[in-house]
C-alpha cells in the first residue's frame, strides 16, 4: 500500500543522512576520545579556557590521587556523562560505577 511505500523511502532516507553524518561525526569523537585517554591535550580554544580578568594563565590540570603527579586526559569522563543523563543515571549500579570510571571510549 501506499502508506507502506512512503515509510520504507523515509527509512532509506534517514539511513542515507545517518550514514553521511555518521563520517562527518566520526573525527570529532576520534578527537574527544584522545582527550579522554590523555593522549592529545586540548589548546586552549578547544577546552574553552579563557585567560582570567588579570591575565593568568588557566588553573593548573587536576592531579590524580598521588597529588605529585598530573591527571592524564579527564579523569572517570564516561562515568560522569552517563550518570547526567536522565534515563542512564538511575541505571547505573555502584558495580557498573567501577567498570566506568576505567571506561575511556565508548564506541557503536
Known amino acids: 500500500d501506499k ?13 542515507a543522512l545517518e550514514k553521511k553524518y555518521s563520517v562527518l561525526y566520526a573525527p570529532l569523537y576520534e578527537k574527544r576520545a584522545q582527550f579522554v585517554s590523555g593522549s ?6 578547544e577546552a574553552h579556557r579563557e585567560k582570567t580578568e588579570d591575565g593568568d594563565e588557566p588553573e593548573a590540570r587536576p592531579t590524580t590521587d598521588d597529588a605529585s603527579s ?3 586526559g579527564i579523569p ?3 562515568l560522569r556523562a552517563l550518570k547526567t543523563h536522565p534515563l542512564i543515571a538511575e541505571q547505573i549500579t555502584d558495580r557498573d560505577e567501577e567498570a566506568l570510571k576505567s571506561l575511556t571510549d565508548i564506541k557503536a
Not at 3 to 15: D, G, M, T, Y
Not at 40 to 45: A, L, S, V
Open 40 to 45: 592529545t591535550e586540548p589548546t586552549d580554544e
Open 76 to 78: 572517570e569522563f564516561w
Open 3 to 15: 502508506h507502506s511505500e512512503i515509510a520504507a523511502k523515509f527509512r532509506e532516507e534517514v539511513l
Open 70 to 72: 598530573p591527571a592524564t
